[in-house]
């Protein structure tokens, strides 16, 4: 999948996005400015974009620069100009800044730099609040229950973790969750909105690939509105060779499942459907998928969090709430708000003891 298609299953509409000739990503507004017709529908020529409708065409930057059947006369090309946005590539994937002036200094994330195998995942529309997904992504008490039968696949059996850690630090939070021999692991947030930890058992691909190999995963929350959100996924998996030739072929033959993951989510929240009863041979990147999709989207479009119980296991959700409620409180007060930094090595866990 190219960073492209990635991000076109994303903006669909408004913006749009292109890849000249240059073979530089471009971002501009979704619509022509003539009739505001969609320009998706429209191709590229150059590093330009043509509408389908009359012809017109705009540059990288947006701006018109021509109106077919207007060059002798009534022409005002020069006067159309549709809003463009910077965008930077990384990853697999192609960000933008839709903010006023220029863009804030973009923050890497150097351990996913690292030499091995690159993978962008498809990426994840789920019908809930992006507040769902984010809170998830530092609870380490949820995997032994929410991700039982995946486990159960590979021959594992977790426990719940008794001691969890949250900690903010100079790029967002870092949860730990340990306990009962199990080691400990850590999650990421790099503030606001990416999530990174070392992932086993979802790994895309075959069983054995799901038993033996570790990635370095990172998942950027996007809200699309307030009952919709996006989840791009990036993994690194330390590979090389015919090790990595290998597990391409083997990610590339199971990514083209055509397996409805959201039917079946939702056939499980509707009493339909087990998840203990899914396809045996469905890849454990997708069963962990459909138990997240349950529990997550379980919560409703917009959760109700004032009747919610919290335990002392949700410290790092409950601090992301906090960091959250404070920055914005900062935003709306129209004070600073802090300066977060890159941040790498942080890709570990520590061992059972």
């Known amino acids: 999948m190219t960073a492209t298609d990635v991000f076109d299953a994303y903006v669909h509409t408004d913006p749009g996005t292109l890849r000249g000739d240059s073979g530089k990503p471009y971002l501009v507004e979704g619509r022509c400015a003539h009739r505001r017709t969609q320009l998706s529908a429209g ?108 486990m159960s696949r590979v021959g594992r059996v977790l426990k719940t973790p008794n001691m969890r850690e949250a900690v903010e630090t100079n790029y967002g939070l870092r949860s730990k969750s340990a306990g009962y021999g199990q080691g400990a692991h850590y999650v990421h947030l790099h503030w606001p909105n990416t999530n990174q930890n070392l992932t086993a058992v979802r790994i895309e691909g075959s069983l054995e690939d799901a038993k033996h190999l570790i990635t370095n995963r990172i998942f950027w929350r996007v809200p699309v509105n307030d009952g919709k959100c996006v989840s791009f996924v990036v993994d690194n998996l330390p590979l090389k060779g015919d090790a990595a030739k290998a597990y391409v072929e083997r990610r590339k033959n199971a990514e083209q499942s055509d397996a409805d993951l959201h039917q079946i989510g939702e056939a499980i929240l509707t009493g339909k459907m087990r998840i203990q009863d899914i396809d045996k041979g469905m890849s454990l990147y997708k069963l962990f998928w459909i138990e997240d999709y349950v529990v997550q989207c379980g919560q409703g479009l917009i959760a109700d969090r004032v009747t919610e119980r919290p335990s002392p296991l949700d410290r790092g959700t409950l601090m992301i709430r906090k960091l959250y409620e404070r920055e914005i409180s900062r935003m709306a007060a129209g004070l600073p708000l802090k300066e977060w930094t890159e941040a790498s090595n942080l890709v570990h866990d520590e061992p059972e003891d």
């Open 43 to 150: 191709w590229v020529e150059g590093d330009c974009l043509r509408c389908r409708y009359h012809g017109w065409k705009y540059d990288e930057t947006g701006q018109c620069i021509e109106q077919p059947g207007l060059e002798e006369e009534g022409g005002f090309w020069d006067k159309v100009k549709i809003t463009s946005y910077p965008t930077h590539e990384y990853l697999g994937l192609i960000f933008t800044y839709m903010g006023e002036g220029d863009p804030p200094p973009f923050l890497r994330h150097r351990d996913m730099e690292e030499e091995g195998v690159l993978e962008v995942g498809i990426p994840e529309y789920w019908p809930c609040n992006y507040f769902n997904r984010l809170d998830n992504a530092s609870d380490g008490a949820h995997m032994a229950w929410t991700h039982r039968e995946s």
